[in-house]
């Protein structure tokens, strides 16, 4: 069965680093579009990076465009999130998404078929 396990989530100081991870298993990452979205508390979810399947090409979410760097592993069959620079305000549950067609979306979520179940990131001093 087609998973999608997020990790690397935790509690970090403003200013501060974090990587996470999006582990695939009975799939390719090579062959998906990966996308991470995120949802703090009353708040909509938010696009905040894709990457296409067909050409590679990245796409970042205004707030945190420079700041966060999404990259695939093909060896790990992993996608990453690298964030840097956190601030208080990237609080939230993140979520890595797939879809085996899509190109890439950051504005809907649910065009994505398959979803991992969150990792929460929490930005605090």
């Known amino acids: 069965q087609l998973q999608l396990v997020e990790s690397g989530g935790g509690l970090v100081q403003p200013g501060g680093s974090l990587r996470l991870s999006c582990a695939a298993s009975?799939?390719?990452?090579?062959?998906?579009?990966i996308g991470w979205f995120r949802q703090a508390p009353g708040k909509e979810r938010e696009g905040v990076s894709c990457i296409s399947s067909n050409d590679g090409t990245t796409y970042y979410g205004a707030s945190v465009k420079g700041r966060f760097a999404i990259s695939k592993d093909h060896a790990k069959n992993t996608v990453y999130l690298q964030m840097n620079s956190l601030k208080p305000e990237d609080t939230a549950v993140y979520y890595c998404?797939?879809?085996?067609?899509?190109?890439?979306?950051?504005?809907?979520?649910?065009?994505?078929?398959?979803w991992g179940q969150g990792t929460q990131v929490t930005v605090s001093s």
């Open positions: 998404l797939a879809d085996p067609v899509l190109y890439c979306d950051l504005v809907d979520p649910w065009e994505y078929d398959y």
């Open positions: 009975d799939f390719t990452v090579r062959n998906y579009t």
